[in-house]
């Protein structure tokens, strides 16, 4: 059953204010092909704080807004610039009472900005999963049938991922970056992600490695093969902007 939230009820209803954020963007690059894959659209604020500066900051009836304002801004923004490729979103499953309510904001923003459903990635933390699983698969299974793509994000950080893997098959999954940091020159990391990303081939799940900082990361990655790849190496993110990616 969706978790009821009559806070959550009466701002989607009502229109609650977005607070003020700026969006950068970060490629994810497909080594194979030598083309961007898609943007990660990453929460900044006005300062240019972080995305867990700014979180840090909202108070929990305000995740709904906050949550509602990222979504429609990193649409508004890949329009803007014109991507040629999908902009991956990550959003908040605490701030969603029901996903085919809560979707009607993007969904206007989409329309409005003619901005194809099939080119937005919903991603979530595989944290995220802990504490509600059934409402994040619920939120997941809604988006997919809606025509969205779903990411499972920080793949290995947690200790839920086997567990939500077994539950939903996500479009993709994101080896979060602790997996990646040395795998150049660390077996057992070699061994753990050759495995992981296995196994997701098996399940139909592409893999994204994220947070590679070296080249020699990157081509250790490359051996297991992992083509999709995010990290410093490719691009920093970049406000307001596509970043320049170095391939």
Same mark, same amino acid.
């Given at each position: 059953?969706? =978790?009821?939230?009559?806070?959550?009820?009466?701002?989607?209803?009502?229109?609650?204010?977005?607070?003020?954020?700026?969006?950068? @963007?970060?490629?994810?690059?497909?080594?194979?092909?030598?083309?961007?894959?898609?943007?990660?659209?990453?929460?900044?604020?006005?300062?240019?704080?972080? &995305?867990?500066?700014?979180?840090?900051?909202?108070?929990?009836?305000?995740?709904?807004? /906050?949550?509602?304002?990222?979504?429609? $801004?990193?649409?508004?923004?890949?329009?803007?610039?014109?991507?040629?490729?999908? =902009?991956?979103?990550?959003?908040?499953?605490?701030?969603?009472?029901?996903? %085919?309510?809560?979707?009607?904001?993007?969904? &206007?923003?989409?329309?409005?900005?003619?901005?194809? @459903? %099939?080119?937005?990635?919903?991603?979530?933390?595989?944290?995220?999963?802990?504490?509600?699983?059934?409402?994040? #698969?619920?939120? @997941?299974?809604?988006?997919?049938?809606?025509?969205?793509?779903?990411?499972?994000?920080d793949f290995g950080a947690g200790f839920?991922?086997?567990?939500?893997?077994?539950?939903?098959?996500?479009?993709?999954?994101?080896?979060?970056?602790?997996?990646?940091?040395?795998?150049?020159?660390?077996?057992?990391?070699?061994?753990?992600? $050759?495995?992981?990303?296995?196994?997701?081939?098996?399940?139909? #799940?592409?893999? =994204?490695?994220?947070?590679?900082?070296?080249?020699? %990361?990157?081509?250790?990655?490359?051996?297991?093969?992992?083509?999709?790849?995010?990290?410093?190496?490719? &691009?920093?993110?970049?406000?307001? /902007? &596509?970043?320049?990616?170095?391939?």
């Open positions: 059953m969706p =978790v009821t939230a009559p806070e959550h009820c009466g701002a989607c209803r009502e229109g609650a204010s977005a607070p003020a954020i700026r969006m950068a @963007l970060q490629p994810i690059v497909d080594l194979d092909t030598r083309t961007v894959f898609a943007y990660e659209a990453l929460v900044r604020g006005q300062d240019g704080a972080s &995305a867990a500066e700014v979180l840090a900051a909202i108070e929990p009836g305000g995740q709904y807004a /906050f949550d509602q304002a990222c979504r429609v $801004a990193a649409i508004e923004h890949a329009a803007a610039l014109d991507l040629p490729c999908p =902009v991956s979103i990550n959003f908040l499953p605490g701030a969603v009472y029901r996903a %085919e309510t809560c979707i009607r904001r993007t969904l &206007a923003a989409a329309r409005r900005c003619r901005w194809p @459903l %099939e080119r937005i990635v919903f991603e979530v933390g595989e944290s995220e999963h802990v504490d509600r699983p059934r409402h994040l #698969i619920d939120i @997941l299974d809604a988006y997919r049938g809606m025509g969205f793509r779903t990411a499972i994000d839920a991922g086997l567990n939500l893997l077994a539950e939903f098959q996500p479009d993709l999954v994101k080896f979060d970056m602790g997996l990646v940091r040395g795998i150049d020159r660390d077996t057992a990391r070699r061994t753990i992600v $050759a495995h992981a990303a296995r196994m997701c081939a098996e399940l139909g #799940i592409s893999v =994204v490695a994220e947070g590679v900082e070296t080249l020699d %990361e990157s081509r250790a990655l490359r051996d297991l093969g992992i083509d999709l790849q995010q990290g410093f190496v490719f &691009a920093r993110p970049a406000l307001e /902007f &596509a970043p320049a990616v170095r391939l």
